[in-house]
């Protein structure tokens, strides 16, 4: 299990990465999650990504910052199903129209959310 966690630290680490060095990427994995019906995906990703994590929390040296971000994660997965797909293509919009700045800062939150996985696991 807590090699799950360290894949998920090691994405987000990586994902992150890229969107600190190159912000416009960030909108286009935005662009990407908006076709179809491919936000439902980003949903039950986030919430397996989020069941992996309160799993693996009790192994975790950090367990309380795990069980949070487990618990996070699961009810943004599942707010996605509950939210019309509109509102959340509105969002995606608003975030779309901040400058690069933002993105970068945005990427720096996540990096360091994904370092404190990595280290916790």
Same mark, same amino acid.
């Given at each position: 299990?807590?090699?799950?966690?360290?894949?998920?630290?090691?994405?987000?680490?990586?994902?992150?990465?890229?969107?600190?060095?190159?912000?416009?990427?960030?909108?286009?994995?935005?662009? !990407?999650?908006?076709?179809?019906?491919?936000?439902?995906?980003?949903?039950?990703?986030?919430i397996? !990504?989020?069941?992996?994590?309160?799993?693996?929390?009790?192994?975790?040296?950090?367990?309380? !910052?795990?069980?949070?971000?487990?618990?996070?994660?699961?009810?943004?997965?599942?707010?996605? !199903?509950?939210?019309?797909?509109?509102?959340?293509?509105?969002?995606?919009?608003?975030?779309?129209?901040?400058?690069?700045?933002?993105?970068?800062?945005m990427?720096?939150?996540?990096?360091?959310i994904?370092?404190?996985?990595?280290?916790?696991?």
């Amino acid at each position: 299990m807590l090699i799950l966690v360290r894949a998920l630290g090691v994405v987000i680490v990586g994902m992150a990465s890229a969107i600190l060095f190159n912000p416009k990427l960030l909108k286009t994995v935005m662009n !990407f999650w908006r076709q179809d019906k491919r936000i439902y995906l980003a949903g039950a990703i986030r919430i397996v !990504f989020g069941t992996v994590l309160l799993m693996a929390a009790p192994l975790c040296r950090l367990s309380i !910052f795990i069980y949070t971000l487990g618990g996070l994660m699961m009810i943004a997965g599942l707010s996605i !199903f509950m939210i019309s797909p509109e509102w959340i293509y509105k969002m995606l919009d608003w975030w779309q129209t901040k400058p690069p700045l933002v993105a970068r800062l945005m990427g720096l939150v996540a990096l360091s959310i994904g370092a404190l996985i990595l280290y916790s696991a």
